[in-house]
């Protein structure tokens, strides 16, 4: 199961050398980090959320923007099904399946750990102040986990933002406005992505290499378009309806719901709006413990 969070290493897009422009090749061959002016190590600009050196703006041609190719663009909605009994739903594994066949980098559970393996992953669009209780049981129990943020979410919450960063969690790419990607050009994804990344970049000195769709709407076009930019699409095997925050049933249904459905390598999908979802974590986390899970970060699925 899968709790995501950023991580503080992002080497492989972290540009050496900020005087001259660089192409970064090792996952993304077609995207360009550059800049404009040589400016001294010693005046390097620092984020004043994260006080990391801020990251070069980067840039990226889409491949094939007319879709030439002829690749689906037929609507997939993700579907997981419900695990039981440690293990995951036939469609989750037929999706995973799926993935593995096409080559495109997407993952909605771990297949290959030998560990009873669990991804921590939230959601989050806006803040209803949930989201610093979660972190402080991350930080006590310390789990790692990734939080899939839209724009408008990492624009106006900074502090959050930054916590989640320097304490070590991934922060995810969920878009900058939301969209559904199965209905729009293969150009408007790469800016979606693009605007989000770059954001990041250049406010938090920070670059992700993972990407959650939006409504989990997708299609094989915007798979290989997602891959071709270097980021891996996360999914889920296990998830709940605990996005609307006028229909909460309670810390004992979320925290009897969830572990319900745990399984060797599940990528869970919680909302960090969900007011149940902060007060059952600690005991989520303590359960899965008990029964012989481990809490693993996204960067540690092999692909």
């Known amino acids: 199961m899968l ?5 503080t290493d992002r080497s492989t897009l972290e540009e050496a050398d900020a005087n001259a422009p660089v192409t970064v090749e090792d996952i993304r061959d077609k995207t360009t980090v550059a800049s404009s002016s ?11 959320f994260t006080g990391r050196p801020v990251l070069l703006p980067m840039t990226f041609t889409v491949n094939d923007p007319g879709n030439s190719r002829g690749l689906s663009t037929e609507r997939k909605e993700h579907s997981f099904g419900v695990a039981k009994n440690g293990i995951p739903h036939d469609i ?5 399946k799926y993935f593995e066949s096409t080559g495109y980098k997407a993952v909605c559970y771990d297949t290959k750990s030998e560990e009873k393996a ?20 991350l930080k006590e129990k310390k789990v790692p986990a990734a939080f899939f943020c839209t724009l408008d979410h990492i624009k106006s919450s900074p502090d959050l933002i930054a916590r989640m960063i320097n304490e070590g969690h991934i922060v995810g790419n969920h878009s900058a ?3 559904n990607f199965s209905q729009i050009s293969r150009q408007r994804m790469a800016d979606e992505i693009l ?5 990041l970049r250049e406010n938090y000195g920070y670059s992700t290499k993972f990407f959650r769709f939006p ?7 915007a798979l290989e378009l997602v891959s071709s930019m270097g980021m891996t699409s996360v999914f889920w095997s296990s998830a709940y309806a605990d996005w609307d925050v006028n229909k909460t049933k ?3 249904y979320a925290f009897d719901t969830v572990t319900a459905r745990l399984h060797p390598g599940a990528i869970l999908l919680l909302h960090s709006v969900s007011p149940d979802n902060a007060a059952a974590l600690g005991d989520i986390i303590d359960r899965a413990r008990n029964n012989g899970y481990v809490f693993r970060s996204l960067d540690d699925i092999k692909m």
Do not use: M
């Open 195 to 199: 605007e989000c990344e770059n954001y």
């Open 215 to 221: 409504e989990g709407a997708y299609n094989e076009s």
């Open 118 to 137: 669990l991804y921590l992953t939230f959601d989050c669009g806006w803040e209803n102040g949930r989201t610093d209780e979660v972190l402080d049981t």
């Open 250 to 252: 309670g810390k004992q």
């Open 38 to 48: 040589a400016i001294p190590s010693s005046q390097t600009a620092t984020s004043p």
């Open 3 to 7: 709790f995501t969070s950023a991580c």
């Open 177 to 179: 406005k939301h969209p």
């Open 92 to 96: 989750s594994k037929s999706t995973q």
